[in-house]
RNA sequence: GGCCCCGUAGCUCAGUCGGAUAGAGCGACAGAUUCCUAAUCUGUAGGUCACAGGUUCAAAUCCUGUCGGGGUCACCA
């Protein structure tokens, strides 16, 4: 239960009862009012913008309307307190046995506390990322992209979206021939040929000599008896499938498994560009035009000015038009990634959600456009940038060279700090700015790491369960008793602080999943930890606000419910960051 | 030069579809331990929210311009 959205249907209701009685002008626009917590909690637990909103259309003075409202919001059984303020704000304060009735639905929910119908009926979600080239092993860089990705989808979910995960492999283009190309040279290798330095231009990676020795242990020197064009497509297919299972093993000890891996090679192979090429042509939205080099800086040397085919991006807000066929007459990038996103939204997806390197920024609006138009504005396309992120170690920044010892793969910093740690430290900060990631830093069991802290906040919830018995005897700690303890026995403002926080949860992933930021989730967890923490600390200072009281065991209990649903909610959170909760740090 | 992202406390960063007196951690200072442990908590100090206009009852948030940092700019992906 989302407590904000349900006091916000109350006001609407509220309203609609003044406009009966005449009190206010009937019809009134109530899309604008907000309902939401305070940014200071001295206000209350709940408040309102309505009287201000409505000030105007209803042709009165924003207090007034607020008075008006306040009389009759003051009257609900949940409210204990109703206050005017500021210009013309409504704050509620809410009674204790409504934060026990959330407290209660915790426990009974269990993890599945903020699953939330948000997203049913606005159509199937696509979420595209990592979609690396599948030249070599995943890199640092990736991490991110992955994460972010992931952590989205997951939240979309628990949101109540229909949410598919998609990888769109680049296996088409002149990087992966290069590729094949490299393989070529590390099966010579195999075949005890010297192939001396690898040259300027080629993959020079490690990772590829199994994959010629591969080759070399199933087919021989059979290869070396043939021209480039029969060798080529042998080992482009056999390398990428390689590289390809690599990708995934790497993703998977992210604990990232993706739904669907569309091939570009497979969509150009299956006339998907050139149909997506006819369908622009027929609506006049590809003419033949030259092409400005970029102003500012001096052009490329090989710039020549030539009539390439357009697409006509301005029509939907980008800069320039952009080409769709490079100067070979094969298709560009650009070109083969409009089909992908055509797919997608023939495979029904109207909402579809990209996580691109901040290096594809200049990529934006192009793709944008592409989706408006060739879905005649009936699919929309939202683009998150990653940006970098700076490896640091105890605060020196990182030099990324495999010489000096230091790693570079996605798979390295994972064995390093553990996924864990990789996933929910990458969602620390907004993903549009750039983030310090500190090897160090990252393991370190202190206040500053954000995944300790909340980690520890859980580690200590899950003590205290288990000791309870031997401090309290006979107590029983099971679902059902705690489901059955008195929690109007939890009356302490920090206890009570406690429950409010847990009752945000379900507002947080909507408004997280609506807004695609999955770093909100991490914040809130840190949040939530501090609540814990503060309460615990209370107990040292007065032993009668310890959780485990040997003389009390009806306190006691609801207290248990209290840790227990703690407990509950972060691993519900940490379930979103695919972080697995611990029992005990140690 | 065009476009995109960012600019919030000494440092690293939050800041809710625009809400009231802008928050947290680190660092500094003063305190607090029979539960997982001072690995944590409480308090104090610290701000022209880069700058200037505009919209609004209300702007860190939206719009315009300027400055600063980063990214990117046919035919790579």
Known sequence: MNLFQHFQAEVTRQIEALAAEGALPAGLDTSRITVEPPRDTGHGDVTTNAAMVLAKPAGMKPRDIAELLAARLDALPDVTETEVAGPGFINLRLSDDFWHARLADVLAEGTAYGDSGFGKGTGPVNVEYVSANPTGPLHVAHARGAVVGDVLARLLKKAGYDVTTEYYINDAGAQVEILATSAYLRYCQALGEDIGEIPEGMYPGEYLIPVGRAIAEADGAKWREVDEDVWLPHFREFTVARMMVQVKEDLAA???RQDVFTSEKELVAAGAVDAVYKTLSDRDLIYTGVLEPPKGKPPPEDWEPRPQSLFRATRFGDDVDRPLKKSDGSWTYFANDIANHLDKFRRGFTQMID?????????????????VAVSEGKAELDIKLCQMVHLMKDGEPMRMSKRAGNFVTLRDLIDEVGKDVVRFLM?????????EFDLVKAVEQSR??????????HARCRSVLRSAPDEVPGLDTSAAALADADLGLLADPAELDLMKVMAAWPRTVEQAAEAHEPHRVAIYLNDLASAFHALWNRGN????????QANAPEVTRARMALVQATA??????????GVTPVEELR
Do not use: C
């Open 448 to 457: 500053e790491n954000p995944v300790f802290y909340v980690q520890y906040a």
């Open 568 to 577: 509950t909610v972060i691993a519900s959170g940490l379930d979103v960051l």
């Open 254 to 256: 992210l604990g990232i």
């Open 355 to 371: 996580i691109f390197g901040a290096d594809h920024g200049g990529y934006v609006k192009r793709m944008k456009a592409a989706v």
């Open 541 to 548: 200072e007065d032993a009668s606000l310890r959780f485990l």
């Open 427 to 435: 969602l620390t900060r907004k993903s549009d700015t750039q983030m």
